[in-house]
């Protein structure tokens, strides 16, 4: 199995993917698995579109999507289980806006 994890300490905590908050481009990102794929951490894409895709259950124990819009297709499955970062649940406001 393959898998993808952020950091549990550290000032990059809990941080897989970071974009650059200044850029502004139309271009979508996309981040894809098969079955055996697992992301572990936040993915930040705050200014762009992002394409998550894929049939991964994977044995992430958390994963946080940050984007402009995010778009699933598979059958992914993500989790919210934060006990083995250093300082816990990194996210501390939660906010939804359409």
Known sequence: MGMLAAPTSGPMEGILFFQD?????????TVSGG????F????YFPT??????GNSSGSAAYTIIIAKTIDFSGLSNL???FGN???GN????VALAD
């Open 21 to 29: 908050r200044s850029i502004t481009s139309s271009q979508t990102n």
């Open 90 to 93: 990194p996210i501390k406001k």
């Open 85 to 87: 970062l250093q300082n």
């Open 40 to 43: 572990e951490g936040a993915l």
């Open 79 to 81: 989790r919210a289980g």
């Open 35 to 38: 079955s055996t794929l697992s």
């Open 48 to 53: 762009t579109p992002l394409n998550f895709s």
